[in-house]
């Protein structure tokens, strides 16, 4: 794989995974209410799903993708019902203890579920690595180690642009002292989970 290459799909990836959808609608969401200190297993399904796609556009795998499109539904949906519920909470959480409480242990394998069900199931994502990525690349000439740098450099784009978002929508929850402000917050977050769970549903 060349550097030009590889600068290429970085790009083309940050622009991409820059703009704002579901995934990134869910993530600043989820640190204006809580904080940033349990997103990392969020975060981590993320790539883990982005990664996988990119796996099957490269291995040319897409058919075995739409030959389980019935998994990927079930998943996309279980995905969408927990989002609502998410935003059912925060809709109706208490201010004084909107983030101030420290994760339940179950709450890191529910982000995680979570994330690799926002992943599936958003349709950028698909059509970036399903539709879009071999004609930025020639699938057709890469190897198992150009895969893997592939790998790195996706892991890398991603790494450098939700971190930034969820430093900016942690600068932003600090701003948020009073009570009435955490509940516009809240109220906020909730609007944008529940948008990013309607944009995965109704596409």
């Known amino acids: 794989m060349t550097l030009g290459a590889l600068a290429l799909f970085a790009i083309t990836l940050f622009v991409a995974a820059g703009s704002p ?4 609608a869910a993530l600043v969401a989820r640190v204006l209410s809580r904080g940033h200190r349990d997103v990392l297993p969020f975060l981590a399904a993320m790539w883990l799903g982005e ?5 099957l556009a490269v291995f040319g795998l897409a058919a075995v993708a739409t030959s389980f499109h019935g998994v990927f539904v079930a998943i996309k949906w279980a995905g969408v019902a927990y989002l609502f519920w998410l935003a059912w909470k925060m809709w109706f959480a208490r201010t004084e203890t909107a983030g101030a409480e420290l994760p339940q242990a ?5 982000m995680f ?8 199931g958003n349709p950028k994502i698909m059509m970036f690595y399903v539709a ?7 699938l057709a000439s890469v ?14 784009v991603l790494a450098v642009v939700d971190l ?3 430093f900016l929508a942690t600068r932003a929850r600090r701003l948020l002292k009073s009570p009435r402000a955490m509940k516009i917050a809240n109220r906020l977050s909730a609007g944008m989970i529940g948008g990013a769970a ?6």
């Open 198 to 203: 309607v944009a995965i549903a109704t596409r």
């Open 51 to 55: 990664a996988l796609w990119l796996t």
């Open 143 to 156: 190897t198992l180690v150009g895969w893997l740098e592939l790998t790195v450099t996706l892991l890398l």
């Open 132 to 138: 879009l990525l071999p004609t930025i690349l020639d």
């Open 106 to 110: 179950s709450s890191g394998w529910k």
């Open 113 to 120: 579920l979570t994330g690799i069900s926002i992943t599936i």
């Open 164 to 166: 930034a978002w969820v």
């Open 21 to 24: 959808g579901p995934s990134v």
